[in-house]
């Protein structure tokens, strides 16, 4: 059987699964596309989670959007990271903590009453530490 980090050119749809849930798996890929992509831009909203949770439902609805976003110049890059044991480069690493910085000062700084800036500071702090106790890559492309 192919490791997870081959190249997903040959992946084929279940044909187990029901074609309304295969449509529904497909709406959900994109969906967290979408949301994955507006991560990149808002702080706060994760692109990690929501590439990863995109990749798996189109494995399993899409093999077309699975080889786009395998293949893709950003997104790849951090799937076959993941696939490969589940690492996590350093740059994303780093990424990951500045937004969550800049997202902790924006809540300081707003009317948000303290116990959810507390709460969100802990989730936070709780996310970083496992993040950064995860693999990174033997090497990183530039």
């Known amino acids: 059987m192919a490791s997870p980090a081959d190249d ?4 084929q749809i279940p044909r187990e699964l029901p074609l309304p ?16 992509i507006v ?8 692109t990690t989670v929501f590439i990863l949770l995109s990749a798996w439902a189109a494995a399993r609805s ?6 786009w976003l395998w293949h893709h110049r950003l997104f790849g890059t951090m799937l076959r990271n993941w696939a490969n044991g589940g690492c996590v480069s350093r740059r994303s690493k780093w990424n990951a903590t500045a937004m969550m910085a800049v997202s902790s000062i924006i809540l300081a700084l707003t009317e948000t009453p303290r116990w959810t800036v507390v709460l969100a500071c802990i989730c936070m702090a709780c996310v970083l530490a496992w993040l950064w ?6 090497r990183e492309p530039f």
Request: with cysteine; aromatic share 10%.
């Open 8 to 11: 997903p050119s040959d992946t």
């Open 21 to 36: 849930l295969r449509w529904l798996l497909k709406a959900f890929a994109l969906l967290c596309l979408v949301l994955g």
């Open 133 to 138: 106790r995860r693999r990174e890559p033997a």
């Open 39 to 46: 991560g990149v831009f808002v702080p706060g909203l994760p």
């Open 62 to 67: 899409s093999p077309a959007l699975y080889r």
